[in-house]
């Protein structure tokens, strides 16, 4: 089998697709820095562009925001990234040799794309602990044996999570009872279990409080180099916290790119979405 025929056996190593382990992700192929490459996409509804040839370039352990108007096209960006929309042109590539365009949504998230939607989908009645636990137990024989004993790697691997999300103190706590913010942080959680390498954020402070703003900057300022992310926000107090590089989306396409100071300062980028 080779690369094109079969794009995921080969990032894998030799491991046919379905067969491997949720937990030893297949080998992105990072060795030309980037992790992602999005090249000519575009993405048309009943004959308006929401993407129009869009071109973005991210490095692994980057922590790339990206801003612009409403719809400037961001969801519809995550949307062919995961999976979830076919481009009607255009190349998507995981590292070097994973063609996103050739998997379903499943196989993606497999691959090491994890993807955090705007409304947290967290289990109300099972504690922080359990959501945890569920969600590193991704198949349905695993999550059968909800209750069977974990070993410690699992252990330790919740307890480290429970840490960086900050819900250390709540882990025997209802999921239901935690405020919007911390089910924020536990669905962020439940996305770090299954240890993805890529993390799409769409409008992930949306809702939260300053202090829970504060915090959310610096789980993903810890979280960028082991991780890369790719964060889609409005809010602009919270993007200068965290903002390496900017890009501006508008009608489909980048306008800027560029570290935060210049983005902000560009008239176009200005007139479009800052000054309004
Ligand atoms: N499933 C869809 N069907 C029709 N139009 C859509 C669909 N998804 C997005 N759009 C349109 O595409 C454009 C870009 O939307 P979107 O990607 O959601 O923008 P953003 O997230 O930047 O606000 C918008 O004009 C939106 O109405
Ligand atoms: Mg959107």
Same mark, same amino acid.
């Given at each position: ?10 990032? @894998? =190593?030799?491991? &046919?697709? &379905? ?14 820095? *980037? ?8 993405? @048309? ?18 922590? #790339? ?10 969801? +519809? ?7 979830? +929309? ?41 504690? $922080? ?7 590193m137990k991704t198949d349905k024989r695993a999550r059968a044996s909800l209750f069977a004993l974990l070993d410690s790697a699992q252990r330790d691997r919740i307890a480290q999570t429970l840490d960086r999300i900050e819900l250390a103190a709540k882990?025997? #706590?209802?999921?239901?009872?935690? @405020? ?19 993390? %799409?954020?769409?409008? &992930?402070?949306? =809702? ?8 959310? *900057? ?9 991780? +890369?992310?790719?964060? $889609? ?10 903002? #390496?590089?900017? +890009? ?6 980048? %306008?800027?790119? =560029? ?7 560009? &008239? #176009? ?8």
């Amino acid at each position: 089998m080779n690369a094109v025929s079969n794009p995921v056996a080969t990032a @894998s =190593g030799d491991q &046919p697709f &379905p067969g491997y382990s949720r937990v030893l992700q297949p080998g992105v192929d990072i060795s030309h820095k *980037a992790i992602l490459y999005l090249e000519d996409i575009s993405v @048309s509804f009943d004959g308006f562009k929401a993407l129009n040839r869009l071109m973005l370039t991210i490095d692994s352990g980057e922590l #790339r925001c990206i801003i612009g108007p409403n719809g400037a096209g961001k969801t +519809t960006m995550m949307d062919v990234i995961s999976g979830k +929309t076919r481009p009607d042109s255009g190349t998507v590539y995981f590292g070097q040799t994973i063609d996103l365009t050739r998997l379903t949504e499943a196989q993606i998230a497999h691959a090491g794309i994890g993807r955090k939607f705007q409304k947290p989908t967290v289990f109300e009645n099972h504690t $922080v602990f359990e959501n945890l636990e569920l969600a590193m137990k991704t198949d349905k024989r695993a999550r059968a044996s909800l209750f069977a004993l974990l070993d410690s790697a699992q252990r330790d691997r919740i307890a480290q999570t429970l840490d960086r999300i900050e819900l250390a103190a709540k882990a025997d #706590r209802p999921a239901g009872l935690l @405020s919007h913010g911390q089910k924020q942080w536990l669905e962020i959680g439940m996305l770090l279990m299954q240890e993805p390498r890529l993390l %799409l954020l769409d409008e &992930p402070v949306a =809702g939260m409080t300053d202090a829970e703003t504060e915090r959310t *900057a610096e789980l993903f300022k810890t979280l960028a180099g082991t991780h +890369t992310l790719i964060v $889609v926000e409005h809010d602009m107090d919270f993007v200068a916290r965290i903002a #390496r590089t900017v +890009t501006v989306l508008h009608e489909g396409s980048v %306008l800027a790119e =560029g570290p935060m100071e210049t983005v902000q300062n560009d &008239p #176009r980028v200005v007139e479009v979405y800052l000054g309004r």
